[in-house]
C-alpha cells in the first residue's frame, strides 16, 4: 500500500478514525503523524468533540509537521448550522526540512484517503490557520 513517491504508508487507524469524525461526530479533530522508521502515518492525538479550536492549535508541535483534520460548526449568514471538514497540513518554517519534504511528497495521497474532506489548508505558521481563516474558508 506504499506511495512510490514517499513510500509511506497509512495505518487502517487513520482511516477508521476518520470516518467515526465524519459519520459519527465521535472526535472534534485528528492529529496525524508520520511514523519516519516505519514509513507510515498514525494517529497522533484525537481529540474530544467537546474540544474547542484553541485545544486542536495548541495538540500541534511548535516545530513539527503534521496532518490534521478538524470539524468546524458554525451558524451560516442565514442562521443555518453547518460544518465543514478541514485537512489542516502543519509544516512549520521551523520543522526539519527533511520532514518537511516527507510530508509535502505524502499529503495528497494521505488526503486522498480520507473520503470527505471538504476544505484544504496549509500552514506554515498559526496565523495561516487562526479561527478568523478557518471561518472565512467554511462558508
Given at each position: 500500500m506504499a506511495n512510490a513517491a514517499s513510500g509511506m504508508a497509512v495505518h487502517d487507524d487513520c482511516k477508521l478514525k476518520f470516518l467515526e469524525l465524519k459519520a459519527?461526530?465521535?472526535?472534534?479533530?485528528?492529529v496525524y503523524k508520520i511514523e519516519e522508521k516505519q514509513k507510515q502515518v498514525i494517529v497522533e492525538k484525537l481529540g474530544e468533540p467537546a474540544q474547542s479550536y484553541e485545544d486542536f492549535t495548541a495538540s500541534l508541535p511548535a516545530d513539527e509537521c503534521r496532518f490534521a483534520v478538524y470539524d468546524f460548526d458554525f451558524v451560516?449568514?442565514?442562521?443555518?448550522q453547518k460544518s465543514r471538514i478541514f485537512f489542516?497540513?502543519?509544516?512549520?518554517?521551523?520543522?526539519?526540512?527533511r520532514s518537511k519534504m516527507i510530508y509535502a511528497s505524502s499529503k495528497d495521497r494521505f488526503k486522498r484517503e480520507l473520503d470527505g474532506i471538504q476544505v484544504e489548508l496549509q500552514a506554515t505558521d498559526p496565523t495561516e490557520m487562526g479561527l478568523d481563516?478557518?471561518?472565512s474558508r467554511a462558508s
Open positions: 459519527k461526530r465521535t472526535y472534534r479533530f485528528i451560516t449568514a442565514e442562521n443555518v489542516i497540513a502543519w509544516c512549520p518554517d521551523t520543522s526539519r526540512v481563516v478557518i471561518r
